[in-house]
């Protein structure tokens, strides 16, 4: 049973340009989160969605940010007209059922550059 | 202020015993939770901690639980080289579905 994963990996965008991660949460798991790490500090949320559905999209930024989780395929983080302070890791985290937090399992990160 | 505050750093040798510390403001927690970060990796979930115990063990992990001061711990025993990374502590509260809320992390470096 794969763990989630994320990618890519590693993103380097210039300013103003497109960036979007994907995540495929753990086999059977239909709950994602996704958290930003900013250098040298902690995790904070971003969204929380269920398939097709956001739940809670309160750590959002309100401008060029969105995310989705369609009934097949990935979770995509979309990123757009990026800028210099867009720049670090993003994570997700995926669940079997919403209600204990305990079972979030995270993945490996996408390192995003701004250039 | 932030939700959770932890030290940032933290070194001692190997062998010795290494106690990670945090402080949370919302009493309402429901679960608290340790993750280890290595570099350039994700988030690895250690242990977690109901909100109505006060202690729980896991081999060389201890965690320490005190609700009324709103502060928690982590006791790693017999600390080796391959524990030196970052320690997050987080909590999740009851009316926000199921966000974590974390700390800014400590690290960890463990001395031969």
């Known amino acids: 049973n794969a763990g989630v994963m994320q990618n890519p990996r590693h993103l380097v965008r210039r300013r103003g340009q497109e960036a979007r991660l994907r995540c495929s949460p753990m086999?059977?798991?239909?709950?994602v989160y996704w958290y930003r790490q900013l250098p040298e500090e902690g995790l904070k949320f971003m969204v929380y969605?269920?398939?097709?559905?956001?739940?809670?999209e309160s750590g959002m930024p309100k401008e060029r940010f969105s995310a989705e989780f369609p009934k097949e395929g990935p979770s995509i983080l979309r990123i757009q007209q990026v800028v210099r302070g867009d720049s670090a890791a993003y994570f997700c985290a995926s669940s079997l059922q919403g209600t204990i937090s305990y079972e979030q399992y995270f993945g490996p990160g996408t390192r995003l550059t701004v250039t | 202020g932030e939700d959770v505050e932890q030290s940032l750093f933290l070194s001692v040798r190997e062998g010795d015993s290494s106690v990670i510390n945090c402080t949370y403001t919302d009493s309402s927690s429901t679960y608290l939770y340790w993750y280890k970060q290595e570099p350039g990796a994700g988030l690895q979930l250690l242990t977690y901690i109901f909100s109505n115990m006060d202690m729980k063990q896991d081999q060389r992990l201890t965690v320490l639980l005190n609700k009324k001061d709103k502060h928690l711990s982590l006791r790693i025993a017999d600390t080796q080289t391959g524990d030196s990374a970052i320690y997050f502590c987080?909590?999740?509260?009851?009316?926000?579905?199921?966000?974590?809320?974390f700390g800014g992390g400590t690290r960890l470096m463990v001395k031969p």
């Open positions: 969605l269920q398939k097709e559905n956001i739940i809670d």
């Open positions: 987080a909590e999740s509260l009851p009316n926000a579905g199921n966000m974590l809320t």
């Open positions: 086999k059977g798991h239909s709950h």
